[in-house]
């Protein structure tokens, strides 16, 4: 791919080059090439996460082949431009792209359209590895690898992404609960981002009672919360004073992981959905944890990305929620121009969006 600095006429991407920290920028790059897919969308939104940040400050991310460069995003939304008959797809259609492709060989899991549990690490994934991301204001994809969204969810269709990290979160939850008799009443997140807050979400649409756990004191979390009819703690999960059915933990911090796994209840299941920093060293008692997991059939297991059926659950979820609330998660819209607004992180952000054009 040829580069170019921006502010000539073109296509602009955000880009970073992998492996380089702090290397984000704008760029003129070329018009999606056709081999990325058939169908061509005009981009309107990008959703900003902590994976970005992870790849902006060069933790990993992989380059397309034959490329230093990579076109950051992979929190998507847009409208169909183009797309040929029988794709599924018609021009004006709201469009979300999928993340991850299978591997090449495939795989067990990739062979059944289960990208998300890859079993040989060689998938690639848009914005991430070895493919180009959303960033720019045109993308192409194969019509199988998008969802054709709702027409109804445009002001938060930029959310499917995550949620469909939360719809999968859950869906391993359930299929994992019903290894027996299986009625849980409680839910503990912690973590009040997007990714937490989606969870609780999801939690209150199964019913559960949802208690949501963050360090932060003020701002529009615990508003959140509580309009989502949950409750919000700002204490230890230690000094909780309820053993929930599930956690999920959306935070990484070594300390709080070791408090769930400790406050677990009786057939519980702790889900981890948040990607920890290397090093955190706590002292464990792995005997006392052992015995306690044992007898009590606990279960502790990861999630990590997702596959077309999540997307499914994913916009299930969001038309049922309550849309004033859903779109409170949106902290700010920064166009592109703004990019390296969008990209500072503020104490009351939640999810921040960078609007490529209006709808
Ligand atoms: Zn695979």
Redesign the pocket.
């Known amino acids: 791919m040829r580069l170019i600095p921006i502010y000539e006429s073109g296509m602009k991407a955000l880009t970073i080059v992998p492996g380089k920290a702090n290397s984000a920028a704008v760029l003129e790059v070329p018009e999606p090439p056709e081999s990325d897919g058939a169908v061509l969308v005009r981009a309107l939104e990008l959703g900003i996460c902590g994976t970005d940040f992870e790849l902006i400050s060069a933790q990993y991310g992989w380059p397309p082949p034959g490329s230093d460069h990579l076109i950051l995003g992979h929190e998507s939304l847009g409208r169909v431009e183009e797309a040929p008959e029988g794709s599924g797809f018609q021009k004006g259609d709201l469009i979300v792209g999928i993340v991850r492709r ?2 090449p ?7 059944v359209g289960e ?1 998300d ?7 690639t994934e848009r914005g991430i590895k070895e493919r180009t991301g959303f960033g720019s204001e045109r993308w192409r994809t194969e019509p199988q690898f998008a969802l054709c969204l709702d027409s109804t969810l445009a002001d938060v269709g930029v959310l499917m992404e995550p949620s469909t990290i939360l719809a999968k979160a859950w869906d391993h939850i359930t299929r994992i609960g019903e290894r027996a008799k299986w009625k849980p009443r409680t839910v503990l997140v912690t973590g009040a981002g997007p990714i937490g807050l989606l969870g609780a979400m999801m939690g209150k649409q199964r019913g559960l009672d949802v208690h949501v756990l963050d360090v932060i004191k003020d701002g529009p979390k615990p508003q959140l919360v509580h309009d989502l009819g949950g409750t919000y703690h700002t204490c230890q999960v230690k000094e909780l004073n309820f053993a929930p059915d599930v956690i999920i933990e959306c935070t990484g911090v070594a300390d709080v992981i070791a408090q769930a796994m400790s406050k677990l209840g009786n057939d519980g299941i702790l889900c981890l959905a948040g990607v920890s920093s290397h090093n955190q060293l706590e002292n464990l008692d792995i005997g006392t944890i052992n015995r306690k997991m044992v007898l009590a059939n606990s279960v502790i297991f990861g999630t990590v990305n997702a596959n077309r059926r999540h997307y499914e659950m994913a916009e299930e979820a969001l038309l049922k929620a309550d849309r004033k609330w859903l779109k409170r998660l949106i902290s700010r819209r920064e166009p592109l121009s703004n990019w390296q607004q969008a990209l500072q992180r503020r104490h009351d952000d939640i999810k921040v969006v960078i609007q490529f054009s209006a709808d």
Not at 105 to 111: K, L, Q
Not at 117 to 123: A, L, P, T, V
């Open positions: 299978p591997d060989v495939p795989c067990v899991a990739c062979a990208w549990m890859c079993r040989n690490g060689k998938y």
